[in-house]
């Protein structure tokens, strides 16, 4: 967590950091340890709204959900956050708007793996474990392609059975459902995208899997750090 400091008028001010905003707990152990692997050593905040995943997933985006979410990251960014770094798939999109609004940076954590997977190819398979998550992830990677002006083709992949996992706690579960789920698609395309940012530890149960498989966190994290960098961050 990051600790207020004093100025020399006795304010308080936060320092600058960089702040997630998580739909989920479970990602505070995953990106704390992400970032002691890759040496990384700046500050951040974590926040946990579990409720704007579940009201996404029963309601959609809806406008109230949509301002709230851009309350809480203007609200975090007043409290010195210069990059925050939203690492729900789902709500991705309507944090990413804030940077409309704001001076900081929002990054969404799915983006950089978009960008890498229409890099490497057109047929490019999508995996979800939470129908909300499919069509904000579609639109990113079609986003990605256009601009790049490259045809794709989508084979989404829902692991109906998944998530119910994750909900009890049972990632080993949960991670082998999602392999099970892959595993019988990904002669089809050319690299694998593992939509939200839990389903990165179903990637070591596939070592038969010739095709790239792409997961969000690492390489979310790693873009994330280094906007923070070049905003003065450091």
């Known amino acids: 967590m990051v600790k207020p400091y004093l100025s020399h008028k006795g304010r308080h001010f936060m320092q600058s950091h960089l702040a997630f905003l998580h739909t989920s707990p479970v990602h505070i152990g995953t ?27 029963d309601k959609g985006i809806t406008q109230n959900l949509d301002e709230r979410i851009r309350d ?50 057109s047929r490019i398979i999508v995996a979800a474990a ?3 998550t499919i ?23 829902f692991c109906a059975n998944a998530w119910i996992r994750f909900e009890e706690g049972d990632l080993k579960g949960y991670f082998s459902e999602i392999a099970r789920n892959i595993k019988d698609k990904a002669s089809e395309g050319d690299v694998i995208v593992l939509a939200q940012a839990s389903m990165a530890g179903a990637a ?26 070049q905003k003065g961050g450091v």
């Open 130 to 132: 939470l129908e909300s």
């Open 31 to 57: 990106f704390n340890r992400l970032m002691e692997e890759a040496s990384l050593e700046l500050p951040v905040r974590h926040i946990v709204e579990e409720q704007f995943l579940t009201e996404a997933r």
């Open 135 to 157: 069509a904000p992830t579609r639109d990113l990677i079609l986003e990605t392609a256009k601009v790049r002006q490259k045809r794709v083709e989508l084979i989404e992949v």
């Open 72 to 121: 809480c990251i203007l609200s975090e960014r007043k409290k010195g956050a210069t990059v925050i770094l939203c690492t729900c798939s789902t709500i991705g999109a309507s944090a990413e708007k804030v940077n409309n609004l704001t001076d900081g940076v929002i990054v969404r954590i799915d983006r950089p793996m978009a960008e890498k997977a229409v890099e490497i190819g």
């Open 204 to 229: 070591n149960l596939c070592p038969e899997i010739s095709v790239p498989i792409l997961s969000s966190p690492e390489t979310g994290l790693m873009y994330a750090a280094n906007v923070w960098k």
